[in-house]
T-cell receptor
Framework: QKEVEQNSGPLSVPEGAIASLNCTYS??????FFWYRQYSGKSPELIMS????GDKEDGRFTAQLNKASQYVSLLIRDSQPSDSATYLC???????????????FGKGTLLTVNP | SAVISQKPSRDICQRGTSLTIQCQVD?????MFWYRQQPGQSLTLIAT?????????ESGFVIDKFPISRPNLTFSTLTVSNMSPEDSSIYLC????????FGSGTRLTVV
C-alpha cells in the first residue's frame, strides 16, 4: 500500500459546484495533514492544514480528517475556473530513522472547473 | 507568511556537468528539505538538511550525486552532480515554516 493515495482524476466539475477531493494514508502515526494547490509550472501552495479529527473551514475550503479511517478530504465550495489545478495531499509523520518529521505527498488530483 | 527565494529558476545543462541550486529563506528555520518533481509526477523527497549536521538522504538518493550544504539557518544549496538526461526535472526546496513553504522551483533540462 502506498503511503499517501489520491484519486488521480481528472475531476471535472461545473462552475459553482462543490469539488470533493479525497486522500488516504497508511501510517497511523501521522501527525498533521496538508492540502496544496499546484498550478501548472508553479510550485505547490499551501491552502489548508489540519491536525485533529473533524472539519476545518477557511473561506470556500473545508478540510476533513478522520484518523480512525486514515482519511483526509478537501471540499471546495462554489468552485471557480481559477480553482483548476492539481491538488496535492501531504502527510507529516515522524521518521525515526532520520529523527525528523517528513512530509510525504500523494500523486495529486487534477481538478478542472468548467465555466 | 514566509518567503523562500530559489535560483536559478531554470537551466539547460550539458551531461556530465554539475548544477548548484540555491535556496534562501527570509526567516531562520531549523529544517529545510529538497524535493524532485518529475514531469507529471508528485513530489519526491531527496533529503532533509539541518543546520550544523549532515543531510539525511532518502532511499535512492546519495550524497555523491546530490551533495547538500546548510551553512546557516536561512540558506541551503543542492548540487546535482555528473548530470544525465534522467536528472531533468523540477527541483524544489522547502522549509518547515507556515506549515511547509516551497520555493519557486528550478526547472533543469540536461542535454
Amino acid at each position: 500500500q502506498k503511503e499517501v493515495e489520491q484519486n488521480s482524476g481528472p475531476l471535472s466539475v461545473p462552475e459553482g459546484a462543490i469539488a470533493s477531493l479525497n486522500c488516504t494514508y497508511s501510517d497511523r502515526g501521522s501527525q498533521s495533514f496538508f492540502w496544496y494547490r499546484q498550478y501548472s509550472g508553479k510550485s505547490p501552495e499551501l491552502i489548508m492544514s489540519i491536525y485533529s479529527n473533524g472539519d476545518k473551514e477557511d473561506g470556500r475550503f473545508t478540510a476533513q480528517l478522520n484518523k480512525a479511517s486514515q482519511y483526509v478530504s478537501l471540499l471546495i465550495r462554489d468552485s471557480q475556473p481559477s480553482d483548476s489545478a492539481t491538488y496535492l495531499c501531504a502527510v507529516n509523520r515522524w521518521d525515526s530513522g532520520g529523527s525528523n518529521y517528513k512530509l510525504t505527498f500523494g500523486k495529486g488530483t487534477l481538478l478542472t472547473v468548467n465555466p | 507568511s514566509a518567503v523562500i527565494s530559489q535560483k536559478p529558476s531554470r537551466d539547460i545543462c550539458q551531461r556530465g556537468t554539475s548544477l548548484t541550486i540555491q535556496c534562501q529563506v527570509d526567516s531562520q528555520v531549523t529544517m529545510m528539505f529538497w524535493y524532485r518533481q518529475q514531469p507529471g509526477q508528485s513530489l519526491t523527497l531527496i533529503a532533509t538538511a539541518n543546520q550544523g549536521s549532515e543531510a539525511t538522504y532518502e532511499s535512492g538518493f546519495v550524497i555523491d550525486k546530490f551533495p547538500i550544504s546548510r551553512p546557516n539557518l536561512t540558506f541551503s544549496t543542492l548540487t546535482v552532480s555528473n548530470m544525465s538526461p534522467e536528472d531533468s526535472s523540477i527541483y524544489l526546496c522547502s522549509a518547515q515554516v507556515d506549515g511547509y513553504t516551497f520555493g519557486s522551483g528550478t526547472r533543469l533540462t540536461v542535454v
